[in-house]
């Protein structure tokens, strides 16, 4: 069976195609390298032996898409990660976001009809939930108010795959809304490559440890939380890249409940920046330069999952530990650092 993987060259999407031909599936990859290196092609084919195919395409190109789906008439399934996902960088430029993220997913819904492609597991986040009313959050939470134009498309993007949804009945999707993905794939053939000034926690603290950056900088301690610093839900990249493989199944084998699903895909477990850094400390045995400094805008105090729903109609729980994947990042940051 063939699978199309939107952003396959990105730090899920490759993880994600590794795990598809883990499974026997045949990959095609789109990617127009704006947040990716053609390099993780190496990668992913290192660890597998097997070299996906890869169209430079720019999603954002209506007619390049319609091209695609007419070479490309054997895709059973499509897992769509090619988007913007840098929150602040949204709130600068809106409109780039809007454009990328849903204008995108729009092209592609539309050749999925016209195609008769019936699969498609969409990238979503915990961002949706904002500053959440209970912990650990539900998939029934309520949605609130996106806190950036970068949370909005993906509250939009689902509420058009819901329409989609409606107005197609053999069209089945589902949505995993991811928490915070961290590491590398053990291999340390492929991880996470933030371009420029890491915006995420894990990639800047392998980058302070590797002497990128000077210091890492903690966004505040004076939160509602057991050590003041602000909790999140890591959770190994690995793992979420097989909750892709096996929400896909549920589709191709149509087990689903309803033809738009929603899961949230965290480990259940909220862990603060020091336990970050003082884990990532202890598995590596270094010493992580930091400093304590003022909040950052936009932050929340505390997220984890309710994995229940996942685990129960997906058969899906992590695996892996916040140890394996801050042990696995640094392998990866070690490796990429000495080429
Ligand atoms: C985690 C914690 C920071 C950097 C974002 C998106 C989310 C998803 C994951 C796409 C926070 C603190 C961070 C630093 C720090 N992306 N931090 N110093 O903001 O929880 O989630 O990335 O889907 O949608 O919102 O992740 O890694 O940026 O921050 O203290 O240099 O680490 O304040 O508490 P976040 P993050």
Not at 97 to 120: D, P
Not at 133 to 160: F, H, M, R, W
Not at 213 to 229: H, I
Not at 254 to 267: D, L, M, S, V, Y
């Amino acid at each position: 069976m063939k699978v199309l993987v939107t952003g396959g060259l990105g730090f899920i999407g490759s993880h994600t195609v590794v795990a598809l031909q883990e499974k026997g599936y045949e990959v095609v990859i789109i990617d127009n390298l704006s947040n990716s290196d053609i390099s993780v092609l190496d990668g992913i084919t290192r660890i597998t032996g097997v070299r996906p195919e890869f169209e430079k395409t720019d999603l954002r190109d209506k007619a390049k898409v319609i091209d695609f789906f007419n070479r490309y008439n054997d895709i059973e399934g499509i897992i769509h990660f090619a988007a913007s996902k840098a929150v602040n960088e949204s709130v600068h430029q809106p409109l780039l976001y809007y454009e990328n993220n849903i204008g995108t997913l729009i092209y592609l819904l539309q050749q999925m009809q016209e195609k008769a492609v019936r699969n498609f597991i969409f990238s979503s986040s915990c961002t949706v939930y904002g500053e959440p009313d209970t912990l650990p959050i539900t998939e029934s939470a309520p949605v609130k108010p996106a806190l950036s134009p970068y949370g909005n498309t993906k509250q939009i993007g689902e509420e058009i795959i819901r329409d989609t949804a409606k107005a197609y009945p053999k069209f089945k999707s589902i949505a995993l809304r991811y928490f915070n993905p961290i590491g590398a794939h053990p291999s340390g053939h492929i991880g996470e490559l933030p371009l420029g000034v890491p915006q995420n926690l894990v990639p800047f603290v392998t980058q302070t440890a590797a002497g990128i950056r000077e210091v890492l900088s903690v966004f505040g301690d004076d939160y509602s939380t057991p050590d003041g610093t602000a909790i999140r839900d890591y959770i190994h990249v690995v793992d979420l890249a097989e909750s892709h493989v096996i929400a896909l199944e549920r589709l191709f084998e149509n087990r689903q409940k309803t033809n738009f699903e929603i899961f949230n895909i965290g480990t259940g477990r909220g862990s603060s920046v020091m336990e970050i850094i003082k884990t990532f400390e202890k598995v590596n045995t270094l010493k992580l330069n930091y400093k304590i400094v003022g909040r950052r805008e936009g932050d929340v105090t505390a997220v984890w999952a309710d994995t229940d729903l996942a685990e129960k109609e997906l058969g899906w729980k992590a695996r892996l530990t916040m140890e394996d994947a801050l042990r696995d990042a640094w392998h990866w940051q070690q490796n990429i650092s000495a080429k």
